[in-house]
């Protein structure tokens, strides 16, 4: 039976966001690694891609599993026990004795990285519906930033003390966090009297009866894969194409990180002018972004013009990539109140598939075509997200900011 809503203790928006950063930038740490991470087990881009691949499949994984459980569980001691429980995968896999082990070790610290979408839900619950975008905007920032600035803090950690450091100094990172949530977090009771067998059972109604809900987790799953090609390869481009390494593809994320600062301003917009105008600008936006990336590649200019258009493209994609994030996580996080935890579960698990997928299909595409098939790769997947956009439903419920009352006493 579900429960009464009762409204959420107040925790600062900036905080979810910090706690979104943290969690979350434990994915991304390996992808400026993975050529150094190459050189320690003999290996090439294509196997050592899987690294990135396996992380994602991890977090596919760790959705599907553990985020159900913020509608069910007290929120805070779950938050706690998967931040800590990060910090003991990241202390493993820092010591992994072979590719293997670390793509296995990668997987379960992808698994356990989920807590980020615990986090994300509190955030609409702190504010009314006509600013959900708003809010989630604000805590998207900190998840965004935490994406890009892992790539730099790991670049620029592996340059100083070698690619197993970064993974320790994450993992202290990750421990350190467990008391601060302990002192900042209220203690956030479960939304609903359910067990988890049935909050399993009902992520399928949910796909099943929200048509909106399955729309946006393609869109989101094609976006995403088209984001993750780029930064997937980024560091075989730049080591291959301008014999630069790590430390120069971590840089690369400081720079994205500018991008992802629109995320405020993608959910205002998405209260201000609907979800589906908001998408529509950012598809077009992720694709002018690659055409950019491959012209500029071919472009016969010196070195510092080429990483001048470069940071141009990466600032271009990700401004793309967070306002179609913003705008989908806006408009299912309207659908059913009493469930955003695994409406989440729902979209985030086919969303991390999808960039699971573009990581894989990226590293064979830079194997055999190099940069134009990691374009063509992007553009090919923009594609199909735009045709799934404009045949999506056009209707009411689309873009609402009230939920209805039948979805407040849907029991899922």
């Known amino acids: 039976m579900t429960k009464k809503l009762n409204p959420t203790p107040k925790t600062p928006l900036p905080f979810l966001g910090l706690a979104c950063a943290v ?13 150094e991470i190459g050189r320690t087990y003999h290996a090439d881009a294509g196997h050592t891609g899987f690294v990135a691949t396996a992380t994602q499949v991890g977090y596919a994984l760790g959705l599907l599993s553990f985020v159900p459980l913020g509608d069910v569980v007290e929120r805070r001691g779950l938050m706690m026990k998967l931040y800590a429980a990060v910090a003991v995968g990241l202390v493993l896999v820092s010591v992994a004795p072979s590719l ?12 356990l990285a989920s807590v980020t979408h615990v986090v994300l839900p509190i955030a609409p619950d702190l504010v009314s519906h006509e600013q959900r975008g708003r809010a989630i905007g604000t805590v998207m920032t900190g998840l965004l930033l935490g994406i890009l600035l892992a790539r730099t803090f790991a670049g620029w950690v592996s340059h100083a003390g070698g690619w197993r450091s970064v993974f320790v100094v994450a993992a202290v990172m990750n421990a350190a966090f467990v008391p601060l949530l302990w002192k900042v977090m209220p203690k956030l009771p479960p939304k609903q009297s359910l067990s988890y067998g049935e909050a399993m059972r009902s992520l399928w109604t949910l796909y099943r009866s929200q048509p909106l809900l399955r729309e946006s987790s393609a869109v989101g799953a094609l976006v995403f894969a088209s984001f993750s090609c780029f930064w997937t390869t980024l560091v075989f481009l730049l080591e291959s194409h301008y014999h630069l390494g790590a430390g120069v593809a971590g840089t690369f994320g400081l720079v994205g990180a500018a991008g992802a600062l629109v995320a405020p301003v993608a959910g205002r917009l998405a209260d201000k002018h609907g979800s589906r105008w908001v998408i529509s600008v950012g598809m077009g936006l992720l694709a002018f972004s690659y055409v950019w990336l491959w012209a500029e590649e071919k472009a016969p200019v010196a070195t510092m013009w080429h990483m001048a258009a470069l940071a141009v493209g990466v600032i271009v994609l990700d401004v793309g990539a967070q306002m179609c994030q913003v705008a989908n996580q806006t408009r299912i996080f309207g659908l059913v109140p009493s469930a955003r935890g695994r409406l989440n579960t729902v979209y985030m698990t086919v969303y991390f598939t999808g ?3 573009g990581s894989a ?14 374009c063509g790769l992007a553009v090919a997947m923009i594609g199909l997200a735009a045709l799934r956009h404009l045949l999506g439903r056009r209707n009411a419920d689309e873009d609402r900011c009230h939920p209805r009352p039948e979805d407040e006493l849907m029991e899922a």
């Open 23 to 35: 969690g979350v930038s434990t994915m991304y740490y390996n992808q400026p690694l993975l050529e």
């Open 100 to 111: 293997w082990w670390l793509i296995v070790g990668s997987v379960v610290i992808g698994a």
């Open 355 to 357: 960039a699971a997928a």
């Open 361 to 374: 299909l990226a590293t064979r595409a830079w194997a055999h075509w190099q940069w134009n098939g990691v």
